[in-house]
């Protein structure tokens, strides 16, 4: 059963720590994004990465923010310092190019306190 | 700007009734639209994609039209069920890979017995 995995599902975190979550895309997908989504914003894109490669992530704080795609396995996304502003659920999602459409994770709940 | 817009924010229906949801965007140029279910607390599902060519698509008991001209799209939903209650969310993306894409508010929609 292909899916997106990823972890931890929860995550409750004090203001100023350091957060990282993980997304392990499904096997053969070459695209993966990050997004955030809160019930005032909606689904925000933060990042998007081809073959590894980032190719936008304008949508990210870049202060604070970090993505990276180790390997074609694993797709990280890290705040630091985290503030409780970033309290949202992040989802990641992969894909194929054209036509495509974006395979999405359970995602991560955020609670920055 | 790039804008996509989802009416109407919330609907209520009864098991078994037919509904239409609409999704009005400005976004240019265009590669494609989805549209999206999701759960509370889970990560949305695609439930169909159209590229610029395509003006009806169904999956199952979900039927997606497109009208380029008019940028309109819309979600009918026959004979539907408890399990049909969810927000559904519409995204169009002015490249072929998902990237670059805009979101809508989605229409959160309940259906009760």
């Known amino acids: 059963d292909a899916r997106v995995t990823q972890t931890p599902r929860h995550k409750v975190t004090e203001m100023g720590q350091e957060v990282t979550m993980r997304c392990q895309p499904i096997?053969?997908?070459?695209?993966v994004f990050w997004y955030r989504q809160t019930m005032m914003q909606g689904l925000e894109l933060l990042a998007y990465?081809?073959?590894?490669?980032?190719?936008?992530d304008s949508g990210m704080p870049k202060d604070r923010f970090s993505a990276e795609m180790p390997d074609a396995t694993l797709a990280t996304l890290k705040i630091q310092p985290s503030e409780p502003r970033d309290s949202a659920v992040y989802f990641c999602?992969?894909?194929?190019?054209?036509?495509?459409?974006?395979?999405f994770g359970q995602g991560t709940r955020l609670t920055v306190v | 700007k790039n804008q996509v817009e989802q009416s109407p924010q919330s609907l209520i229906i009864l098991e078994g009734k037919n509904c239409t949801l609409q999704?009005?965007?400005?976004?240019?140029?265009?590669?494609?639209l989805r549209w999206y279910k999701q759960d509370t607390g889970r990560g949305p599902v695609s439930l169909t994609i159209?590229?610029?060519?395509?003006n009806t698509k169904s999956n199952g008991r979900y039927t997606a039209t497109l009208d380029a001209d008019t940028k309109q799209s819309s979600l009918h939903i026959t004979a539907s069920q408890l399990s049909d209650s969810a927000s559904y969310i519409c995204?169009?993306?002015?490249?072929?890979?998902?990237?670059?894409?805009?979101f809508g508010d989605g229409t959160t929609l309940t259906v009760k017995p």
């Open positions: 999602a992969s894909g194929l190019e054209t036509p495509s459409e974006a395979f």
């Open positions: 096997l053969g997908h070459n695209t």
């Open positions: 990465f081809r073959n590894r490669a980032p190719l936008d």
């Open positions: 999704c009005n965007y400005t976004v240019s140029p265009f590669s494609n």
């Open positions: 159209m590229t610029f060519s395509e």
């Open positions: 995204v169009v993306s002015a490249t072929a890979n998902a990237g670059k894409s805009t």
